[in-house]
């Protein structure tokens, strides 16, 4: 279950608002199912001069889980939350769908650098018959 932290600066949520914000929040929690105890906070704040709305979200995915940031300007409240968990949700899909390496083999970058892997064992510059 998704713990939920939201904090106010300069801004007043009405019904409508923190509903709609629940909403979009408990959807999100229903995709992080899998991880243990994430912690999402959520910071609004409010600029009346232009009459928008900056929303920053920061989702915790548990203990030695990894941190996952999102943030938008909106003229609503619930229109940049939904703007942030968007991006909060396709950062997950990446990190997901991220195949990890085994033990035994080398990364992309690993395997870049390392000159005996590139070229079959020998080194660069060697030639035949010198």
């Known amino acids: 279950m998704l713990t939920i932290r939201t904090i106010l ?4 949520l009405n019904d409508l608002e923190a509903r709609r914000i629940q909403r979009q929040l408990d959807q999100l929690g229903s995709r992080l199912t899998g991880w243990p105890d994430p912690v999402a906070t959520l910071m609004l704040t409010g600029d009346t001069a232009r009459q928008q709305v900056s929303a920053r979200l920061r989702v915790r ?3 030695l889980g990894g941190h996952l940031v999102g943030r938008d300007v909106a003229e609503t409240a619930d229109h940049a939350v939904r703007l942030v968990t968007e991006q909060i949700e396709r950062q997950f899909e990446r990190q997901t769908a991220r195949p990890k390496p085994r033990a035994h083999e080398k990364t992309p970058v690993e395997a870049a650098i390392d000159p005996v892997a590139n070229d079959g064992g020998s080194a ?5 018959g010198n």
């Open 9 to 12: 600066r300069d801004y007043t």
């Open 61 to 63: 995915l548990g203990h």
């Open 124 to 128: 660069a510059g060697d030639t035949v």
